[in-house]
T-cell receptor
Framework: DTEVTQTPKHLVMGMTNKKSLKCEQH?????MYWYKQKAKKPPELMFV???????INESVPSRFSPECPNSSLLNLHLHALQPEDSALYLC?????????FGPGTRLTVL | AQSVSQHNHHVILSEAASLELGCNYS??????LFWYVQYPGQHLQLLLK??????LVKGIKGFEAEFIKSKFSFNLRKPSVQWSDTAEYFC???????????FGAGTRLAVHP
């Protein structure tokens, strides 16, 4: 298995909902990343996990809560989001110096 | 501060024209450089990468890039573009133990038949 998978592909949620995004890789990579990409903008780093520990939080609001239950799985828990949080959320895993991206979850917050 | 800048935000070409997209980076120390492509509605794909060695790197789909250290540049080239090359192109740089990727603003390429 040489890919990063993300579920769901699309998610629509209200501002009071709680939802989670899921990312999975079975390539044995020990570093995983969450990025946020707004329309017509480049991806921006949110979090980095290394060996299942949170290593970098790029000052992301607490309504985004990452979790790394094991070396293959990365979650992003969402609660009380704002409409401006609507974006494509990308997950990536890293081998050596190269990051492999998943297809993303397109999130719409109403 | 570390940064990546792309010179052109929108490029329009006819098929068979040559392409060069500019990228400059601002980093201290060792840096790894990448070009990613994002086709409409699809996810990011790696076109090519430079870590060290030969400054001219060849990637997929006929793309190549040249690392010029003295100019802090990593420009992307393709001798003859096709309509299927229509996409957004991102230059990115990474350094440090956690390999934080910083992307340029992107260049939107439209190729007309």
């Amino acid at each position: 298995d040489t890919e990063v998978t993300q579920t769901p592909k699309h998610l629509v949620m209200g501002m009071t909902n709680k939802k989670s995004l899921k990312c999975e890789q079975h390539m044995g990579h020990r570093a995983m990343y969450w990025y946020k990409q707004k329309a017509k903008k480049p991806p921006e780093l949110m979090f980095v996990y290394s060996y299942e520990k949170l290593s970098i939080n790029e000052s992301v609001p607490s309504r985004f809560s990452p979790e790394c239950p094991n070396s293959s799985l990365l979650n992003l828990h969402l609660h009380a989001l704002q409409p401006e949080d609507s974006a494509l959320y990308l997950c990536a895993s890293r081998q050596d110096n190269e990051q492999f991206f998943g297809p993303g979850t397109r999130l719409t917050v109403l | 501060a570390q940064s990546v800048s792309q010179h052109n935000h929108h490029v329009i070409l006819s098929e068979a024209a040559s392409l060069e997209l500019g990228c400059n980076y601002s980093y201290g120390g060792t840096v790894n450089l990448f070009w990613y492509v994002q086709y409409p509605g699809q996810h990011l794909q790696l076109l090519l990468k430079y870590f060290s060695g030969d400054p001219l790197v060849k990637g997929i789909k006929g793309f190549e890039a040249e690392f010029i250290k003295s100019k802090f540049s990593f420009n992307l080239r393709k001798p003859s573009v096709q309509w299927s090359d229509t996409a957004e192109y991102f230059c990115a740089a990474a350094s440090g133990g956690y390999n934080k990727l910083i992307f340029g603003a992107g260049t939107r390429l439209a190729v007309h038949p």
